[in-house]
Structures are given as C-alpha cells and as structure tokens.
C-alpha cells in the first residue's frame, strides 16, 4: 500500500538568491531525489528580512519515505554545502520533526554605500572586492550571494570556517578603498 508524501521544508541558512538555490541545492536535490525515489522537490523559496534583504531561503519537498528520505535529504544538502543553521521541517505521526543539517560557516561583507568620499565611490569597483576576496579565498571559501540595500551592499561569503575566511580577507579588506567602514559579520 502506497502512503501519502510528507511534505517537508528544506530550511536552508543561506542568503542566496533563487538562482544560486536552484543552481547549489534545489535542481541536484530534484535529481538525485528522482533517481532514488525517496521523495521529489515541488518548488522552493526565500525570506527575506523587513529591509528586504535575505534571511535564508528553502526547498519543498515531498518525501515518500520519510525517514529514510528525510536523513538523505539533509545529508545531501549538507554534502553540497549547506550552511550551519539548516533544517528539514515536517509533521509525523503528530509530532512535529526539525532535523538540523549543514556543516559550512558564513560571512556577511557589508560595504558601505552611502558615508564614503564620493572619490572612493566613483574611482573603485565593487566587481573588485568580489574578485579579490573569491580570489583571496581559493578552496577555502567563496562568495555565494549578495544584496544591494539603500545604504549598503552585502557580499556573502560561505566555507569551512568563518574565522579562517575572515583573516584571509583581512589585509585586502584594510586597503581596498571601497571596504573603508565595512561591516563584516558571521552569518552560519
């Protein structure tokens, strides 16, 4: 006898635009979902905070077996780089299921964009930074999503650890005209 899927959300601690999920997570999840027949991806999301930047975004998924779906879904993720923070919400049985998931760490770069000297602004370059600091990062980590809000731009960084990537980055950050008065925060 064929049960009802479970639905499930993929809570992914991730500030990515719906591209990067798609691209990252949400069309390998789809495909490697369909070749095992756990369970398929019906679509996914973003949240975004009041000022409109990203919270994090997720994936739906109905899971046809549900415990042995819901362990391959996070450990998938989590293979492809979820970040700290993740989880797989359902309901069961009656009880309300939250698996956490995800090994990587994250930094958010928040540039500045309105208390520099107009030099700065007009003589860099923000495709610099982006470079320089997935350049800077190599294996260790790489940006994977980014916000313009109305007083600043953010730059968000994911690897295996937000200390290491945040000293790596340190004397570019100290130079470079264009991150004078940036913020830099660990996100996951």
Not at 56 to 61: F, L
Not at 113 to 140: A, C, F, H, W
């Given at each position: 006898?064929?049960?009802?899927?479970?639905?499930?959300?993929?809570?992914?601690?991730?500030?990515?635009?719906p591209?990067?999920?798609?691209?990252?997570?949400?069309?390998?999840?789809?495909?490697?979902l369909?070749?095992?027949?756990?369970?398929?991806?019906?679509?996914?999301?973003?949240?975004?905070?009041?000022?409109?930047?990203?919270?994090?975004?997720?994936?739906?998924?109905?899971?046809?077996?549900?415990?042995?779906?819901?362990?391959?879904?996070?450990?998938?993720?989590?293979?492809?780089?979820?970040?700290?923070?993740?989880?797989?919400?359902?309901?069961?049985?009656?009880?309300?299921?939250e698996?956490?998931?995800?090994?990587?760490?994250?930094?958010?770069?928040?540039?500045?964009?309105?208390?520099?000297?107009d030099?700065?602004?007009?003589?860099?370059?923000?495709?610099?930074?982006?470079?320089?600091?997935?350049?800077?990062l190599?294996?260790?980590?790489?940006?994977?999503?980014?916000?313009?809000?109305?007083?600043?731009?953010?730059?968000?960084?994911?690897?295996?650890?937000?200390?290491?990537?945040?000293?790596?980055?340190?004397?570019?950050?100290?130079?470079?005209?264009?991150?004078?008065?940036?913020?830099?925060?660990?996100?996951?």
């Amino acid at each position: 006898m064929k049960h009802k899927p479970v639905f499930a959300y993929a809570q992914l601690n991730a500030r990515i635009m719906p591209v990067a999920r798609g691209k990252y997570y949400q069309t390998p999840l789809a495909e490697a979902l369909a070749e095992n027949g756990l369970g398929e991806v019906g679509g996914g999301g973003t949240m975004q905070m009041k000022g409109g930047e990203i919270e994090y975004c997720g994936i739906d998924v109905d899971l046809f077996e549900v415990e042995e779906g819901g362990r391959f879904v996070c450990d998938f993720l989590t293979a492809r780089g979820a970040p700290k923070g993740s989880k797989l919400c359902y309901e069961y049985m009656g009880n309300d299921i939250e698996l956490p998931f995800g090994v990587a760490e994250g930094l958010a770069i928040y540039l500045n964009g309105t208390e520099l000297p107009d030099d700065v602004y007009r003589q860099s370059d923000i495709n610099v930074v982006m470079e320089s600091v997935d350049r800077l990062l190599g294996k260790r980590g790489a940006i994977e999503g980014y916000w313009e809000g109305p007083t600043e731009t953010a730059l968000y960084l994911y690897g295996e650890s937000a200390n290491e990537m945040r000293m790596t980055i340190a004397p570019f950050m100290a130079e470079y005209p264009l991150c004078q008065r940036a913020r830099i925060e660990k996100i996951a």
